[in-house]
């Protein structure tokens, strides 16, 4: 009894329309553009400027033109939020990987979202270890970097 009363249901929300009425009200909000920001690929190679610096204080000066104050990274280590969590990640891989440095393909930009593959190792071998990082970006900034390893 209670599945054809359920059924019944739903059969009569179906012929009513009620899942049209739900589409034909239903607005999306898309609001970027496939079109890059002027400057993406300079913000990008000051991003990656900032990895490939092995002095902390230097790094934290350029923090405020290239990340916005909310920047996070997400890596598989966890999640770093603002530039002393960030730049105390930066020291980390750095540590952890002495003389390798980040070498970045071109940016791609695709409707609000920033890729960037890129190499990471010695200069003898640059491409090492590979990945890519997925941005956002919001008033001319960076205001995230979510990072995949490849290799």
Not at 66 to 83: E, I, K, R
Not at 99 to 115: C, D, K, L, S, Y
């Amino acid at each position: 009894m209670k599945k054809v009363f359920t059924q019944s249901l739903l059969l009569a929300a179906l012929l009513a329309g009620s899942h049209n009425v739900l589409a034909e009200n239903t607005t999306m909000n898309i609001t970027t553009a496939q079109i890059a920001p002027a400057g993406l690929q300079q913000l990008i190679d000051r991003h990656f400027a900032i990895w490939n610096n092995t002095d902390a204080v230097e790094r934290e000066k350029a923090f405020a033109a290239v990340y916005s104050s909310d920047f996070f990274v997400a890596d598989y280590d966890g999640l770093n939020a603002g530039a002393d969590r960030v730049n105390a990640a930066i020291s980390r891989v750095q540590s952890q990987h002495p003389g390798f440095i980040f070498t970045p393909a071109a940016v791609e930009w695709n409707h609000g979202i920033a890729r960037v593959t890129w190499g990471y190792g010695p200069k003898d071998n640059p491409y090492l270890v590979r990945g890519e990082d997925v941005f956002t970006v919001s008033e001319g900034k960076l205001s995230s970097a979510r990072v995949f390893l490849n290799k």
